[in-house]
């Protein structure tokens, strides 16, 4: 199992700025066909799609709500997914939670998880 912590959440104000990493340590990574994602999730909320890189190839993916201000990216050699969150809403104050997976947009094509980190926005 892949084990996956996520850390950099904490309260902001809307417009601006948090950087989310997830680090990935235990089993070594799949070569291929694998992706590390970003999910979010409000309390009553169902845990939503953000962001998603697939780890061995230069491919990114985003949820509508969050293009144009977060950033997904990587850095294979420290084992690492980043999300930088740019013009911060009320709206993405969430647990905002890493996984690993085979599949991109579903929670059900992640196996692997992390135990989340806050993220409040105010207004």
């Known amino acids: 199992q892949v084990q996956l912590q996520e850390s950099g959440g904490g309260v902001a104000q809307a417009g601006d700025s948090l950087r989310l990493s997830c680090v990935a340590s235990g089993h070594p990574l799949p070569l291929t066909n694998y992706f590390m994602g970003w999910f979010r999730q409000a309390p009553g909320k169902e845990r939503d799609f953000i962001a998603a890189v697939n780890w061995n190839f230069p491919a990114t993916y985003y949820a509508d709500s969050v293009k144009g201000r977060f950033t997904v990216s990587k850095d294979n050699a420290k084992n690492t997914l980043y999300l930088q969150m740019n013009s911060l809403m009320p709206e993405d104050t969430a647990v905002y939670y890493c996984?690993?997976?085979?599949?991109?947009?579903?929670?059900?094509?992640?196996?692997?998880w992390g135990q989340g980190t806050q993220v409040t926005v105010s207004s």
């Open positions: 996984a690993g997976g085979i599949g991109i947009y579903s929670t059900s094509k992640y196996d692997s």
